[in-house]
């Protein structure tokens, strides 16, 4: 005889989502329905979800999502700030603050990144973001600076760029306290390849970035160690037919995954449809690589150090800077949700826009089996958008979110 009471084997009633078009890693279901237990997904089916769970004995609160999409909550991988403030400069209330818009806007994990600066203040920086990835408000930190090319560093302070230097990456190793995921490296800068291995070492994924490096050096950081692109085509030399530079480098190699800004900016929608073709749909990762002004009007604001003019959603630097930067990108003001939808008028199918946009930046920091995919098992983290995939809805570990759409 069972001694547990009959009560105590009965599961919670949990949730029902139903009726989406449910993009999973297999297809769209269409139509499709997730169960959810507490935080996480319990199951995923296509059809009417008539079956009642085995032990279940009450009707779960079913929630009609018909005619809209239903997404893997976005994991963005690059990104500085948002909503008026940033990760790069002010107190930790700022970072909450920037980590909380982009989680309204779909964004349901986060990394911070940092901007080159000089090196105490990035390790101040680090020591902050370190307790924040501690209580779950980041994922963890990418540092973007300060082992930069000054030939494409653009909006990057010239003046706090570096030669690789293990001592410097051992400190802000350190006050990341395991929380440092990425680290973007020019790999012709001298000292690149000991300092690929190091990081690799620690566990870092080293990016291949801002940078005037030759395919062959590329190929060469790629064989020390590199795995990953920082936002492949900008801020580095570009492609040629007889020096490919670090872009056909990078698309070339089945072990690299490659950042691609798909904003409507950066980018020419052909690039991006280029980029996922040469990819594949394992190898792509969407980001916003977005600043404080992300879903705030015109007008001027800062990047670590530097101006940042906003107009018409563009942000260059402000004529302020270093002679020779002013008018580059400086980031941008995208949200995910609006990459997301990008990528999708750009042409790429759904299924593969949800795989750049959760599931392989979730693989790259480790996180594949908690969230990026909407799959039994995992957080419940997703995004509800409408036909036109304006957002509607986010769910972060199974709390619905007060989305901005
Ligand atoms: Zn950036």
Not at 25 to 34: A, D, F, K, S
Not at 356 to 376: E, F, H, K, N, Y
């Amino acid at each position: 005889m069972d001694p547990v009471p009959a009560a105590a084997r009965t599961p919670p009633p949990g949730r029902l989502l139903t009726g989406g078009r449910v993009v999973t890693p297999e297809g769209v279901l269409n139509p499709g329905w997730i169960r959810l237990a507490g935080n996480l997904i319990a199951a995923v089916g296509s059809g009417e979800a008539t079956e009642q769970p085995p032990g279940l004995c009450t009707s779960p609160a079913v929630t009609d999502l018909s005619g809209q999409w239903v997404l893997p909550g976005f994991v963005d991988l690059h990104v500085h700030g948002g909503g008026g403030t940033s990760f790069t400069q002010g107190p930790a209330g700022d970072a909450r603050r920037a980590a909380e818009f982009h989680r309204r806007h779909g964004s349901t994990t986060v990394v911070a990144s940092l901007v080159t600066a000089p090196l105490a203040d990035l390790e101040a920086r680090a020591v902050m973001l370190a307790r924040l990835a501690g209580e779950g408000v980041i994922a963890g930190i990418h540092l973007e600076g300060p082992f930069l090319s000054a030939a494409r560093c653009g909006a990057q302070d010239p003046r706090h760029l570096a030669a690789p230097d293990l001592a410097a990456f051992e400190r802000l190793h350190a006050a990341a306290e395991g929380h440092l995921h990425v680290i973007t490296i020019a790999p012709e800068l001298p000292g690149a390849p000991g300092l690929i291995k190091a990081a690799v070492r620690a566990g870092v994924t080293v990016a291949v970035g801002h940078t005037d490096a030759t395919a062959d050096v590329t190929s060469a950081a790629v064989d020390a160690g590199a795995t990953h692109a920082t936002h492949l085509f900008n801020g580095m030399r570009p492609l040629h037919h007889r020096e490919p530079g670090p872009a056909g480098a990078l698309l070339n190699r089945d072990e690299v995954t490659c950042e691609v800004i798909a904003d409507g900016v950066h980018l020419h929608d052909a690039m991006i449809r280029l980029a996922a073709r040469a990819a594949g749909p394992g190898r792509l990762v969407l980001i916003t690589d977005a600043m404080a002004a992300a879903g705030m009007p015109d007008g001027s604001y800062r990047l670590g150090s530097m101006l940042v003019d906003v107009a018409g959603g563009v942000a260059r630097l402000a004529g302020q800077g270093e002679a020779g930067t002013a008018g580059a990108i400086a980031g941008s003001t995208a949200t995910m949700a609006g990459v997301v939808r990008n990528a999708v008028a750009a042409g790429l199918p759904v299924t593969e826009v949800a795989a750049a946009a959760s599931t392989i930046p979730a693989r790259v920091l480790g996180l594949g089996d908690r969230t990026g995919a909407l799959r039994q098992g995992l957080d419940a983290d997703l995004v509800v958008c409408d036909q036109d995939f304006r957002l509607r809805a986010v769910m972060r570990h199974g709390e619905w979110l007060d989305a901005s759409p």
